[in-house]
């Protein structure tokens, strides 16, 4: 069940989310990674499923160290490309996804920026292991 508190934490964080607009990445040559719906959405949700209260808290966390780790970035680690089919009969969308890590004490935190097609880049995700 959701609880004010909860909900009070997610406006505050999307509030702080929103401002950051976007950051220069130095790996992509100071190309702007911004910082948008589709980003904040995964932060929540997983495909359709909604992620549980802890993992919502834990991935914005970790998502205010993003910005920093990705304007201090001077090569990704990991990089992945995938062909899917489109919602547009016949039209194939390609999708690139690169990984950023940082590691912070006893903990790496791994930031994920997407494209999809021609699109810009946004900031996608955020793990720690």
Known sequence: MLNNKHYE????AREEYYQIGFVP???FGNEPIYFNKYGFDHLI???NKIRSLSQQRKRIRLSRKAPGILQQSMKHETYRRSERASNQA?????VQFWSFARKENDITIIVVVRQTNDGS???????DR
């Open 121 to 127: 880049k946004h900031f996608f995700s955020v793990v």
């Open 90 to 94: 016949g039209r194939i969308s390609t």
């Open 9 to 12: 934490f997610i406006a505050k």
């Open 25 to 27: 990445c130095p790996a």
């Open 45 to 47: 949700w997983k495909g």
